[in-house]
């Protein structure tokens, strides 16, 4: 692993030392006992996450990777550490130490598991039209030619119409107070929930790739007319305090990386996204139930502060939890042979046509450990555990590695090199770097839901006009 930027990576692990401290002193009050085993497995693991954490910052300043990489220091370490020292985990009673060094040993197989799909994604060939190139042969292409697409010219007006239709709806039945905090802008289209997630997430599509586009306009034409109505749309139509933190996170660093595309060859990103992870999101929970009207902004932040420790033991942080439940749940009650899977991929068909279709992994198991709340997450490995098993979940891991992958290649290894350039897969990977922490938190069925209308309306809006190869030189 090749280091460079040192000042930039010795501030980072400074960062993260202080974490690790602050989780040993201030985040335990009372530490728990428990075999040395323990906290050695969670040593390799957060000595091994950071590792890959550097190791991805070495190649690429963001991608979908780092922040599976990061996901997986916060909620499996931090959070895992910090519950584990405290005996005090959400949704649930203490766990045993063989149950927690087998959590442990599961995730550590999965990231390097994960971590072989990447690197073997890495070494396939790369598609130039209708030829194959190797990596040096396409290196070398990279610097003569360069690649763009203009497709977003022609629907920059049209999409800018229909972002001021749907602000304007909501604004009418919903009401623009309303619509500045999460606990009085709720709304469903149609009492079918599929049929009502697919249109709400397709609106909220439009809303987001028409800002994308308008900031594409401006950058070429720089006339602000579009970018400035299509903003305004989009924040008071999905105001950051009134929408889920998931879609957050999508809408609003999707829009941040359009916006600034120079943040592709410096080292902002990190920086922005651990202050948003470990101050706004926390904050946003005050907006979950009540009217902004209602809300004390200094009350909110002074709590951020005081309750900075037991944030981690909170059910936000329940990712590491849930892999423990999960593999309890395997010895009791077994396999569901892909059962729950079939939800994932048929999320769209409504329960009153299939009345047996499957509940979300998570769902089930907060079901079955008979929990009033349901809404729980489920993060990817214990959702192929649960689906396929000890060989399915070794297969998952390495596929998804894989794609996730190559999906990062698709983003960073367009032919122009140039960080203004624009192409088709821009303004869909933006919002998955945002939006993939809540996807890797899971459970897989709703966050797969909520995702498929946004590649549904990329795919239309993209769809024709193909990019086009210029010399560079010329």
């Not at 070398?140 to 022609?154: A, D, M, Q, V």
């Not at 593999?327 to 892909?338: E, I, M, N, R, T």
């Amino acid at each position: 692993m090749r280091v460079t930027k040192k000042n930039f990576y010795t501030v980072i692990l400074l960062i993260v030392v202080f974490a690790i401290v602050y989780a040993l002193t201030v985040g335990a009050q009372n530490v728990a006992r428990h075999s040395l085993l323990v906290y050695v497995t969670f040593g390799i693991n957060g000595i091994f996450w950071v590792i890959m954490i550097f190791h991805e910052l070495n190649q690429r300043n963001f991608s979908l990777c780092l922040v599976y990489w990061l996901f997986c220091i916060f909620f499996f370490f931090f959070a895992g550490l910090i519950q584990t020292m405290n005996n005090e985990f959400p949704w649930s009673y203490p766990y045993s130490d063989n149950l927690l060094i087998k959590t442990n040993i599961v995730l550590l197989f999965w990231g390097i598991l994960f971590q072989f799909g990447v690197y073997k994604s890495s070494n396939t060939k790369f598609v130039f039209g209708k030829k194959l190139f190797s990596k040096e042969q396409y290196s070398r292409l990279n610097n003569s030619f360069g690649t763009e697409w203009r497709g977003y010219e022609s629907k920059s007006t049209i999409l800018m119409i229909f972002a001021v239709f749907i602000t304007a709806y909501r604004v009418l039945t919903i009401g623009f107070i309303n619509l500045l905090a999460r606990g009085t802008s709720s709304y469903s289209i149609s009492e079918n929930s599929s049929i009502s997630v697919l249109i709400e997430k397709m609106a909220m599509a439009i809303v987001y790739f028409a800002f994308i586009f308008a900031v594409y306009k401006w950058n070429r034409d720089r006339k602000p007319f579009h970018m400035i109505i299509t903003g305004i749309c989009l924040l008071v139509a999905y105001f950051p305090t009134s929408t889920a933190r998931n879609a957050i996170a999508g809408l609003y660093f999707g829009a941040l990386l359009a916006f600034f595309p120079k943040m592709k060859k410096n080292k902002w990103f990190i920086t922005l996204y651990l202050l948003i992870f470990m101050i706004a999101f926390p904050m946003l929970n005050a907006f979950r139930t009540v009217s902004v009207l209602d809300v004390k902004l200094g009350e909110v932040f002074t709590s951020l502060i005081r309750g900075f420790s037991s944030e981690w033991l909170s059910v936000d942080y329940d990712a590491y939890s849930m892999v423990a439940l999960t593999l309890q749940y395997l010895v009791d009650h077994g396999l569901s042979y892909g059962v729950q899977f079939l939800a994932v991929l048929f999320f769209w068909i409504p329960r009153n046509i299939w009345p047996s279709k499957p509940v979300a992994t998570g769902q089930m198991i907060a079901e079955y450990n008979g929990w009033w709340f349901t809404n729980v997450s489920e993060p990817l490995p214990a959702e192929m555990l649960v689906n396929f098993g000890i060989l399915g979940a070794i297969i998952s891991a390495v596929i998804i590695g894989f794609f996730l992958g190559k999906i990062d290649l698709l983003f960073w290894h367009n032919v122009s090199g140039d960080a203004n350039a624009i192409h088709k897969v821009d303004s869909l990977y933006y919002y998955m770097v945002g939006y993939f922490l809540f996807l890797y938190r899971g459970s897989l069925n709703s966050a797969v839901a909520y995702l498929v209308p946004f590649i549904l309306v990329w795919l239309i809006l993209t769809r024709g006009k193909k990019e086009y190869v210029y010399d560079k030189s010329t």
